[in-house]
T-cell receptor
Framework: NAGVMQNPRHLVRRRGQEARLRCSPM?????VYWYRQLPEEGLKFMVY????????ESGMPKERFSAEFPKEGPSILRIQQVVRGDSAAYFCASSPHTGTNQPQHFGDGTRLSIL | DAKTTQPNSMESNEEEPVHLPCNHS???????IHWYRQLPSQGPEYVIH???SNVNNRMASLAIAEDRKSSTLILHRATLRDAAVYYCILRDVDNAGNMLTFGGGTRLMVKP
C-alpha cells in the first residue's frame, strides 16, 4: 500500500510568490490533516479536512493560507504572497476515520524555502 | 490536550532495550496515550497507542501505569535506525479526530 504522498519534496519560492503543496492520502483515507514544523520547533497543527469540507482550521494563519480537499484529487495547501517566515517543513497526515483511537499516517513533507 | 512531560534526550546502546518515559499527571479517564517518532528528514511515524492496558506491536511495547499518570515506551532491541525524536501525545474526546499536539519529545541517540 502506498503511504501518504506529498509533493514536491522541496519547493523554493521568492517573496511574494505563491506556493502550492499537494498531499495524496493513503488509499481509503478520507480525513486529511496539515501540520507545519518551523526550524528548530515542534510540529503544529494547521487544518483538518474531510472530502470537500474544512472541519477545523484553528491552526491556520488568518491571512494568505488556504486549504482544500476536493472530491477528486489531492489535498492542496496554498500559501499566497509568501514571506521568509513561511520557510518550514509542511507535513500532511491522513486517517480512515476520526476519533482518539485513530492513528494519523504522515507523509515525508514538503520543505519550503523562501528566498 | 492534557500536557505530557518527557526527558529532552536519552542515549542507548545498540541491541539493548530502551525505556522512554512519559509523565501525564493530568490525564483524564478518556484520554488515549499515543506515541509517534520522527526520524531525521522524515515525517512523524505512528508507533503505538493505548488506553489502560499494556499494548504490544511489531515496533514496540507500551506500558501504562495503573493510575495512568505515566507510561513507558519500550523498544526491545534498539538499532541505529531507531535514533529519532519520540513524542508522547494524549488525545482527548474534546479534540477527537482533529489535531495531534506535539511537545518537544525525547531525542533518542543509539550508540553502536
Amino acid at each position: 500500500n502506498a503511504g501518504v504522498m506529498q509533493n514536491p519534496r522541496h519547493l523554493v519560492r521568492r517573496r511574494g510568490q505563491e506556493a502550492r503543496l499537494r498531499c495524496s492520502p493513503m488509499k481509503g483515507h478520507s480525513h486529511v490533516y496539515w501540520y507545519r514544523q518551523l526550524p528548530e520547533e515542534g510540529l503544529k497543527f494547521m487544518v483538518y479536512l474531510q472530502k470537500e469540507n474544512i472541519i477545523d482550521e484553528s491552526g491556520m494563519p488568518k491571512e494568505r493560507f488556504s486549504a482544500e480537499f476536493p472530491k477528486e484529487g489531492p489535498s492542496i495547501l496554498r500559501i499566497q504572497q509568501v514571506v521568509r517566515g513561511d520557510s518550514a517543513a509542511y507535513f500532511c497526515a491522513s486517517s480512515p476515520h476520526t476519533g482518539t483511537n485513530q492513528p494519523q499516517h504522515f507523509g515525508d513533507g514538503t520543505r519550503l524555502s523562501i528566498l | 490536550d492534557a500536557k505530557t512531560t518527557q526527558p529532552n534526550s536519552m542515549e542507548s546502546n545498540e541491541e539493548e532495550p530502551v525505556h522512554l518515559p512519559c509523565n501525564h499527571s493530568t490525564i483524564s479517564g478518556t484520554d488515549y496515550i499515543h506515541w509517534y517518532r520522527q526520524l531525521p528528514s522524515q515525517g512523524p511515524e505512528y508507533v503505538i497507542h493505548g488506553l489502560t492496558s499494556n499494548v504490544n506491536n511489531r515496533m514496540a511495547s507500551l506500558a501504562i501505569a495503573e493510575d495512568r499518570k505515566s507510561s513507558t515506551l519500550i523498544l526491545h532491541r534498539a538499532t541505529l535506525r531507531d535514533a529519532a525524536v519520540y513524542y508522547c501525545i494524549l488525545r482527548d474526546v474534546d479534540n477527537a479526530g482533529n489535531m495531534l499536539t506535539f511537545g518537544g519529545g525525547t531525542r533518542l541517540m543509539v550508540k553502536p
